[in-house]
């Protein structure tokens, strides 16, 4: 960085300053998700957790990705098991997200659970579901980074749970048509 001629010089800048965690998050939190519930099952035992990292990365070949924080018990469960579903949740669904989202807890008690055709435990009446296989996975700073390979999907109409600035909230479509790639 050049100063002015003969005036004092301004302080370069070699290194951006870090960003710090909070404002990643607060920052990243004014991009409006959806809200899924990632369930798996490894020796009998269930496991699940909310997450709203869920991205859709490839359509062919149908690959999805869920970033997991270091420590969530159910990334190691879904690295155990080889396979996981993702459910999304509908706008009545804010119960099942809390649930889902608190530690220490058995998450499935009293909760109906249904099985998709490859044996893994899903959220009944979410508005979707997405079977798949663990294509393969890396850590990337503070987080997992999972990558299933889609086995079989499922969806129904109806509204999504949003979730924006670390609160629920519900998503109004403006009433326009589809995009036409939308098909
Ligand atoms: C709306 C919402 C989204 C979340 N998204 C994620 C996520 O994408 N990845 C993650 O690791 N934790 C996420 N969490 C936090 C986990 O749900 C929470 O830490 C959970 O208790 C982990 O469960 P486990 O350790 O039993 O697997 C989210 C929580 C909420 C409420």
């Not at 804010?94 to 009293?110: L, Q, T, V, Y």
Request: one cysteine or more; glycine letters at 10%; hydrophobic letters at 40%.
């Amino acid at each position: 960085m050049s100063g002015r001629a003969g005036g004092p010089r301004e302080p370069s800048v070699t290194a951006p300053a870090a960003i710090a965690p909070v404002d990643m998050r607060r920052t990243m939190g004014r991009f409006t998700t959806g809200v899924a519930v990632v369930t798996t099952v490894t020796e009998g035992e269930l496991h699940g957790m909310t997450v709203n990292s869920l991205t859709s990365v490839s359509l062919d070949p149908p690959i999805l990705l869920v970033c997991f924080n270091h420590g969530a018990r159910t990334a190691d469960a879904v690295l155990a098991a080889g396979t996981f579903a993702v459910s999304v949740l509908s706008s009545r669904q804010e119960p099942i997200a809390w649930r889902f989202a608190s530690r220490g807890e058995d998450h499935f008690s009293g909760l109906p659970v249904e099985y998709g055709k490859h044996d893994v435990p899903v959220v009944p009446n979410a508005l979707a579901h997405a079977e798949c296989l663990v294509h393969s996975h890396q850590v990337v700073g503070d987080h997992l980074v999972v990558f299933g390979q889609v086995k079989r999907l499922c969806d129904r109409d109806g509204l999504p749970l949003a979730f924006l600035g670390g609160k629920f909230g519900d998503f109004r479509d403006r009433g326009h048509d589809p995009f036409e790639w939308f098909a």
